[in-house]
Nanobody
Framework: QVQLVESGGGLVQAGDSLRLSCVAS????????IGWFRQAPGKEREAVAR????????YYKDFVKGRFTISRDNAKNTVYLQMNSLKPEDTAIYFC?????????????????WGQGTQVTVSS
C-alpha cells in the first residue's frame, strides 16, 4: 500500500501561484511514477501532469504546459506541482496518484493509489 496526502491548495486570484505537495508513505515511493489529476465541479477527472520514478521523464497536458512544473524529491517522499499564472478554469480538486505504468497517454487506469485531494480555487 502507498498512502498519499496532498496539501497546498487554497483560494487565490487569477495570475497567482500555488505549490501543491503530495507526500507518500508506505511502500517504496521510489518505485512509483506519480501523476497529478484534477476534477472540477460537474466535470470528469482529467490528467494534468506526471513524473517518472527517477524524474527522468515528465509529461504535461497542453492546457498547463509552460505554467505548471512537476518535480519530486525522493529523499522526502514528496512530489510537487508548481502552478503559476493560475486561471479561473484551473479551479478544481487536485489529486496525486501513484502507479508503475507509463503509457503514451496519461490515464487514471495507470495509477493504483490515490490521495484524497486538495481544493484549488482561482478567482477572476
Amino acid at each position: 500500500q502507498v498512502q498519499l496526502v496532498e496539501s497546498g491548495g487554497g483560494l487565490v486570484q487569477a495570475g497567482d501561484s500555488l505549490r501543491l505537495s503530495c507526500v507518500a508513505s508506505g511502500r517504496t515511493f521510489l518505485n512509483y511514477h506519480i501523476g497529478w489529476f484534477r476534477q472540477a465541479p460537474g466535470k470528469e477527472r482529467e490528467a494534468v501532469a506526471r513524473i517518472s520514478w527517477d524524474s527522468g521523464r515528465t509529461y504535461y497536458k497542453d492546457f498547463v504546459k509552460g505554467r505548471f512544473t512537476i518535480s519530486r524529491d525522493n529523499a522526502k517522499n514528496t512530489v510537487y506541482l508548481q502552478m503559476n499564472s493560475l486561471k479561473p478554469e484551473d479551479t478544481a480538486i487536485y489529486f496525486c496518484a501513484a502507479g508503475r505504468r507509463w503509457s503514451a497517454t496519461m490515464t487514471g487506469d495507470e495509477y493504483d493509489y490515490w490521495g484524497q485531494g486538495t481544493q484549488v480555487t482561482v478567482s477572476s
